[in-house]
């Protein structure tokens, strides 16, 4: 049984750039949230996908945005990218809408602005 | 909102027990989970707790206590492999003006010395 998947595992980007992250969830799981970790930080949330719509917002401006598709499968895209964008970007599957309270996270990628 | 606070590092030998604490804050209180995540790694699901008490899993446990806001996570017969960071997250209730969306702490990084 396949875990959470995640791609690329790093990106090294410029500023003012575009980054499309993507993420499989484990299998059976149809929720999907994004999660970024600046260093030493814990996960910070982004946004919760489910049904193919955003349930739940974090505090991220709208260069963040998001897609699930019907399989359930998820992407991140950030547009204009900014040296503070650079940290580890997580993808966490849970079934439910969340509800149940045991996520699976992926290995993250690893995103670098220069 | 949600927030927590947990030490930022905890240092202890093998065979050894450490505590690690957690106090939060959140608007109606839905539960308390655990997480450890390695150098460059994912946060794997430890314990989760929604009602006062101990609950135990093998050489680890975690403890609420709903009324003073606060919970811990103990590590038993401490083994090399467990030097790692540790993040508490808190979901709150809906019903109450909280969320569910898990809000995580800053992490406490445990060194497990020979």
């Known amino acids: 049984d396949a875990g959470v998947t995640q791609s690329p595992t790093h990106l090294i980007k410029t500023r003012g750039q575009q980054v499309t992250l993507r993420c499989s969830p484990k299998?059976?799981?149809?929720?999907v949230s994004w999660y970024q970790q600046a260093l030493g930080q814990g996960p910070q949330f982004i946004f919760q996908y489910y049904e193919e719509e955003e349930r739940q917002r974090g505090n991220f401006p709208d260069r963040f945005s998001g897609h699930q598709f019907p399989n359930y499968s998820s992407e991140l895209n950030v547009n204009a990218l900014l040296l503070g964008d650079s940290a580890l970007y997580l993808c966490?599957?849970?079934?439910?809408?969340?509800?149940?309270?045991?996520?699976?996270f992926g290995p993250g990628t690893r995103l670098t602005v220069t | 909102g949600q927030s927590l606070e947990q030490p930022s590092e905890v240092t202890a030998v093998e065979g050894a027990i450490v505590q690690i604490n957690c106090t939060y804050q959140t608007s109606g209180f839905y539960g308390l989970s655990w997480y450890q995540q390695h150098d460059g790694g994912a946060p794997t699901f430890l314990s989760y707790n929604a009602l006062d008490g101990l609950e135990e899993t093998g050489r680890f446990s975690s403890f609420l206590s709903r009324s003073d806001s606060y919970g811990y996570l103990l590590l038993q017969e401490l083994q090399m492999k467990d030097s790692a960071s540790y993040f508490c997250a808190v979901r709150g209730d809906p019903a109450s003006g909280g969320s569910y969306i898990p809000t995580f702490g800053r992490g406490t990084s445990l060194i497990v010395h020979p």
């Open positions: 966490a599957s849970s079934s439910g809408q969340g509800t149940s309270y045991e996520q699976y």
């Open positions: 299998s059976g799981h149809d929720t």
